[in-house]
C-alpha cells in the first residue's frame, strides 16, 4: 500500500498511518502543510522553510517539537511558540526576509537541511511520537520543483502535494503560501 504521503512504506520503512494515530497525542494534530525545500531567488541555506498547520481543536505549544528526518531528530524546537486552532506556523533557516527570498518566520530553526532529491521531513511531538511526515523523491512521483514549495492540498490522509505555481506578496520570485492555505 502507499503512505499517506505518496511513499510506499515497505520501500524505505516508514511507519504506517496506523502507527501514528492522532489520539495518542489527545487533542494536538499537527500537520506540515508547506515546505520550500529547493529555493530558486535565493541559496537553500537561506530560504528553506517549512510550514505547520494546527488542525486540532486546542493551541499547541511547538516548544519541544522536533524536526527532522525519518532517519532522526535533527532540531528540538526551544521558544515557545503557541500555535492557535486553524493557524500556521512558518519555521524556516532563516528568519530575515531580505535575505531568506521574503518569507516572515514565527521561528528559526538549525541542523535540518531538505535534500533537493530523495528525502523526508517529520515532525514528532515532544514524547517522540511522530505527528507528521512527507517524504519526497521522483521516482515515487514527488518531485521537487526549483523555486516553487511542495503544497498540501489537503488536510485529510492520504495528504496530496503539489508544486506552487504563484509567487507569495513580497517573494523574491520563488513561488508557495507560506503562512496561508495552498493557492
Known sequence: TM???GVDPRRIGFETAENVA????GKANLLITELLIDPAAVSDTLGEWIEVYNAGGAPVNLSG???????????TITADLSLEPGAYALL????DPAT???VTAAYRYSGVFLANGDDSLVLRAPDGSLMDAVAWS?????AITPGASLERTNLDDPALWIAA???????????GSPGAAYT
Request: hydrophobic share 40%; charged share 10%; no cysteine.
Open 3 to 5: 503512505h499517506a504521503h
Open 138 to 142: 521522483a521516482s515515487a512521483g514527488l
Open 22 to 25: 492522532i489520539g495518542n497525542l
Open 100 to 102: 531568506n527570498g521574503g
Open 65 to 75: 517539537w522536533t524536526l527532522g528526518s525519518l532517519e532522526r531528530a535533527e532540531h
Open 165 to 175: 505555481a504563484l509567487p507569495w506578496p513580497g517573494s523574491a520570485g520563488d513561488f
Open 92 to 95: 524556516a533557516r532563516s528568519n
